[in-house]
């Protein structure tokens, strides 16, 4: 039987809506007020079946959740500086679209496994599944994106979830219509949630999950008993609690419900990504100017003026995926880089230290020949 705990009210997103009505303040655009409309609208009806017969949305409630999502987290991202409080409304009505749209996902999967009869498919369940992490994902965005705690028990929901893809033999599954399986869905849930969101800004936090998508396909995820190796991030499945890094001591658990979080191919995927990118922007500069060419004895960078090439190193460096996933918080450092561009403003850029993950290292090791080191 499968019973998940994460507890939704969307009383205090309705309350909000609610002032924000009585204030009688609007957004100046005829647009953002037909969204925002829509998705109160929307939060009221979600409310009302929530509330009281527990009604699951309809599948044109469901279609538009998912249209309003991403415009709601624009409208946040652009009303910040002139319309502040509109730009709060669209991330309360974004975050608990999204949390409504989990919690009627995960109905739907509980009604597809309690189907355990002769004429059952798992077809249905593996779609369930995908669906409720998926819809788990966007939580987690839009979270990250409003520097918001998560739901009680949404930790411990996704680690149940997952069990339950594993009892089944689902791990390697792909829902209908989808491009990832359950497995690499749940491990980009994953490293979502061991990246440092909290400080980064949101343009940032979007290009981390545009990442973190690809990603996941990359993540390793072993029996902590049986990893070789126990450099990377420890998933408590009985905790409701995001993973942690091997290097942080934690509560002690059953080896059963531990698992190891693997990393190093990731940071090793979005290393070639970042070099590819930046040799694609050199070939970009390579047109404007064919005379800095290689031939010509010149760098891209070296041939450009002395606060263009600054400005460069500070864009490239702070995009850096690398900088993305959150170390230790007594391991971070920081870096302050002057943007030639805007003489004399600060640019805080957060780094991870040399030493941290310790997974990139081992990889690094690897890479040159060296044995990892042993586990104990």
């Known amino acids: 039987m499968l019973t998940l705990v994460m507890a939704i009210d969307l009383a205090e997103a309705v309350e909000f809506a609610d002032l924000m009505r009585a204030s009688g303040e609007q957004a100046g655009e005829h647009g953002a007020r037909q969204t925002l409309a829509a998705a109160e609208t929307l939060l009221r009806e979600l409310h009302a079946a929530l509330s009281g017969s527990n009604t699951p949305l309809l599948p044109a409630q469901r279609a538009q ?5 991403p415009t709601l987290l ?5 009303l910040d500086t002139s319309q502040p409080q509109q730009a709060l409304f669209a991330m309360v009505l974004a975050q608990a679209l999204a949390a409504g749209r989990l919690h009627q996902a995960k109905q739907a999967l509980q ?29 987690l965005r839009t979270h990250a994106l409003g520097y918001s705690n998560l739901p009680s028990g ?4 996704c680690h149940r979830l997952y069990r339950y893809v594993q009892d089944g033999g689902w791990d390697g599954k792909t829902a209908t219509g989808k491009n990832d399986t359950l497995g690499a869905l749940y491990r980009q849930l994953l ?3 061991v990246a440092a969101g909290n400080r980064l800004d949101p343009a940032r936090i979007e290009c981390l999950v545009r990442l973190v998508r690809e990603g996941g396909k990359h993540a390793q995820l072993l029996p902590l008993a049986s990893a070789v190796v126990d450099n990377g991030f420890i998933v408590n499945l009985e905790r409701d609690a995001a993973p942690r890094h091997s290097s942080i001591r934690g509560k002690p658990a059953a080896e059963h419900a531990q698992l190891l979080l693997g990393v ?17 922007d050199a070939a970009a500069q390579l047109e404007h100017d064919p005379e800095t060419a290689p031939g010509a004895g010149l760098s891209t960078t070296a041939a450009l003026p002395a606060p263009a090439q600054q400005a460069r ?26 943007c030639g561009q805007h003489a004399g403003v600060q640019h805080e850029c957060h780094w991870l230290p040399a030493a941290w993950p310790v997974a ?12 990892p080191p042993p586990r104990t």
């Open 264 to 280: 190093h191919r990731v940071l090793q995927s979005w290393e070639e990504k970042s070099q590819a990118t930046v040799q694609l």
């Open 74 to 78: 624009e409208l946040a991202r652009r």
């Open 111 to 139: 009604q597809e496994a309690g189907r355990n009869g002769f004429f059952s498919s798992n077809k249905g369940k593996i779609d369930a599944c995908a669906d409720c992490l998926a819809c788990a994902i966007e939580v």
């Open 191 to 193: 490293l979502l949630g």
């Open 360 to 371: 990139a290292h081992a990889a690094a090791q690897r890479r040159a020949g060296a044995d």
């Open 154 to 157: 949404f930790w411990l929901d």
């Open 65 to 69: 959740a998912d249209r309003l999502l």
């Open 313 to 338: 190193r500070v864009r490239t460096a702070a995009c850096h995926p690398r900088s993305l996933l959150a170390g230790p918080a007594n391991h971070r450092r920081r870096q302050v880089a002057t």
